[in-house]
């Protein structure tokens, strides 16, 4: 449907259960005008909820953060680490009702509410984790 900086900023709406729903691909610590191109993608699909994937966003614990050696935004203010990105896209969005990552071992989730009062659920999911996890357990219980 759209896409950005050579595909790697991507949007596709589809129909599932019985509804439609906005997706938005980020790349991971966006800039500034990948954040300006999703509230243009926002604004033409005004209300459809919204479900956001992004490599980065909360990690093994529910926490917001980025590992110190991986945060862009350290060496280019223009980037978004997660917390920026919750604070100044996700949250002031009411139609993003969740967000989905990986990039960090294991699976937790959290749910936050925007600047609406609505809550926003995010997942971390990270499957060749779960994978390796599940190899591992079975080569225990083999022996």
């Known amino acids: 449907m759209s896409s950005y900086r050579g595909g790697a900023n991507s949007a596709q709406v589809f129909n599932g259960g019985g509804y439609r729903f906005l997706h938005l691909g980020l790349e991971m610590s966006p800039h500034t005008d990948v954040i300006e191109w999703a509230e243009s993608v926002l604004a033409k ?41 919750w604070d100044r896209f996700v949250s002031r969005h009411d139609q993003i009702f969740a ?17 609406f009062g609505h809550p926003v659920y995010q997942f971390l999911t990270n499957y060749p984790c779960l994978l390796y996890t599940s190899d591992a357990a079975d080569e225990e219980d083999s022996v």
């Open 45 to 85: 699909y005004k209300g459809l909820p919204t479900i956001i994937s992004i490599h980065e966003f909360i990690d093994g614990e529910g926490n917001r953060e980025s590992l110190d050696c991986l945060d862009l935004s350290r060496l280019d203010p223009d980037r978004h680490n997660p917390q920026r990105l």
């Open 99 to 115: 967000v989905l990552n990986g990039h960090f071992h294991g699976c937790r989730h959290r749910i936050d509410s925007n600047q």
